[in-house]
């Protein structure tokens, strides 16, 4: 017999009782009945066609261009402590030395 193809709990129960009849194990008949509900949901939900990609504005290319000028400064900003904290450790080596 086919299965009921709605989301109801009898059609549910029912394509439960069918499976089994059918000679099917328990959990694999609440699986198919589980599926056979799942298929009634999405019924007429179709996946939506890939849209060609999006082509850049003026906008976006500035916020681009902004990015990769914060990018460059932290980078610069990072190079700057680097330094700073290798003239520091130099410091302290050297002044350990003297004493």
Do not use: C, D, W
């Not at 980078?75 to 904290?85: R, S």
């Amino acid at each position: 017999m086919p299965l009921i193809k709605s989301t109801s709990k009898k059609a549910f129960g029912e394509n439960i009782k069918r499976e089994i009849s059918a000679g099917k194990p328990q959990k694999q008949s609440v699986a198919i009945a589980y599926a056979e509900k799942n298929s009634a949901e999405h019924k007429g939900h179709k996946m939506k066609k890939a849209t060609a990609p999006m082509k850049a504005t003026a906008t976006m290319n500035t916020k681009m261009q902004e990015n990769k000028t914060k990018h460059e400064t932290h980078k610069e900003l990072a190079e700057h402590h680097m330094m700073k904290a290798k003239m520091f450790k130099e410091k302290m080596m050297a002044s350990k030395g003297k004493k």
